[in-house]
Nanobody
Framework: QVQLVESGGGLVQPGGSLKLSCAVS????????MAWYRQAPGRERELVAD???????SYADSVKGRFTISRDNAKNTVYLQMNSLKPEDTAVYYC????????????????WGQGTQVTVSS
């Protein structure tokens, strides 16, 4: 059974930074793609960034140049470094493990973490 535990969320001022972590257990982590999603109140969950087992990354247009996804296979952990945060980045951020790629698009699995709240406000 795959388990994911996110951490690192919090309250930050506009222009600030946060780094989210997602620790994964019960998975052949290094062989699988990972992703970060977010869901704001009243909106659908959306893909923020994904990273393949080989380290290839992709990002939503809204976060390109500001967010960086990375992975540490030795620690079974995926990260999301978020810089230049904006109020519209406010959401619950979720980690997803072992998704699949179709036509270079990441599709999530049923393996989700519990989420971590990110609030960007002055």
């Amino acid at each position: 059974q795959v388990q994911l535990v996110e951490s690192g969320g919090g309250l930050v001022q506009p222009g600030g930074s946060l780094k989210l972590s997602c620790a994964v257990s019960g998975s052949m982590f290094s062989r699988n793609a990972m992703a970060w999603y977010r869901q704001a109140p009243g909106r659908e969950r959306e893909l923020v960034a994904d990273i393949s087992s080989g380290g290839s990354t992709s990002y939503a247009d809204s976060v390109k140049g500001r967010f960086t996804i990375s992975r540490d296979n030795a620690k079974n952990t995926v990260y999301l470094q978020m810089n230049s945060l904006k109020p519209e980045d406010t959401a619950v951020y979720y980690c997803n493990a072992e998704g699949a790629y179709r036509r270079q698009t990441y599709y999530p699995s049923t393996n989700w973490g519990q989420g971590t709240q990110v609030t960007v406000s002055s």
